[in-house]
T-cell receptor, first 113, second 115 residues
Framework: GESVGLHLPTLSVQEGDNSIINCAYS??????FIWYKQESGKGPQFIID?????DKRQGQRVTVLLNKTVKHLSLQIAATQPGDSAVYFC????????????FGAGTILRVKS | DADVTQTPRNRITKTGKRIMLECSQT?????MYWYRQDPGLGLRLIYY???????NKGEISDGYSVSRQAQAKFSLSLESAIPNQTALYFC??????????????FGPGTRLTVL
């Protein structure tokens, strides 16, 4: 799950390996779950989202899995590259039909070459 | 040119001073947001605006105010800055009619330090 505080969870992976970043959410009424990526010195950037009535969605090199039973969300990155090094945030859209996002604390992904 | 710009990028101020952070966008989006980011925490929503006449409080609006001067401009003010408002501030925009319902476009951030 997400950690709150000064020390973010960190995932270190070897270049070329697959990465799995996990997130626990709290609001059962959220209609979308979203992943954002934040590179050092930049604002967050949208990666992919998934609607609450789905359990899997694929994008380019990324897959998001949603398990509503245990309120768990994961982001899988295939063939991780050095450019994937960043902080990854999960977010919930807590206002069905609206656009109000609640972000998790984030996970640091470090890619070793 | 960047689509979402923030000024200033860095600011150091003293307790009790009034500070304004500005955000401009060329994306033509109606919806704009202000967030703060603290070390080890995610982004927290301060205020949001769905159009020029619409202003809404987020989860941490105390001590802040906003003004939506035009579709392209959304400014955040700290009426009397205090040290625990030291943080990284982000402006964002979105256009839910675009088909990218949850995609918000963030500016580069303003690092604010209150001494």
């Amino acid at each position: 799950g997400e950690s709150v505080g000064l020390h973010l969870p960190t995932l270190s992976v070897q270049e070329g390996d697959n990465s799995i970043i996990n997130c626990a959410y709290s609001n059962s009424a959220s209609d979308y779950f979203i992943w954002y990526k934040q590179e050092s010195g930049k604002g967050p950037q949208f990666i992919i989202d998934i609607r609450s009535n789905m359990d899997k969605r694929q994008g380019q090199r990324v897959t998001v899995l949603l398990n509503k039973t245990v309120k768990h969300l994961s982001l899988q990155i295939a063939a991780t590259q050095p450019g994937d090094s960043a902080v990854y945030f999960c977010a919930e859209n807590i206002t069905p039909g609206g656009n109000k996002l609640v972000f998790g604390a984030g996970t640091i992904l470090r890619v070793k070459s | 040119d960047a689509d979402v710009t923030q000024t200033p990028r860095n600011r150091i101020t003293k307790t009790g001073k009034r500070i304004m952070l500005e955000c401009s966008q060329t994306k033509g989006h109606d919806r704009m947001y202000w967030y703060r980011q603290d070390p080890g925490l995610g982004l927290r929503l301060i205020y949001y605006s769905f159009d020029v006449k619409d202003i809404n409080k987020g989860e941490i609006s105390d001590g802040y105010s906003v003004s939506r001067q035009a579709q392209a401009k959304f400014s955040l003010s700290l009426e009397s800055a205090i040290p625990n408002q030291t943080a990284l501030y982000f402006c964002a925009t979105s256009d839910p009619t675009s088909g990218r319902y949850n995609e918000q476009f963030f500016g580069p951030g303003t690092r604010l330090t209150v001494l």
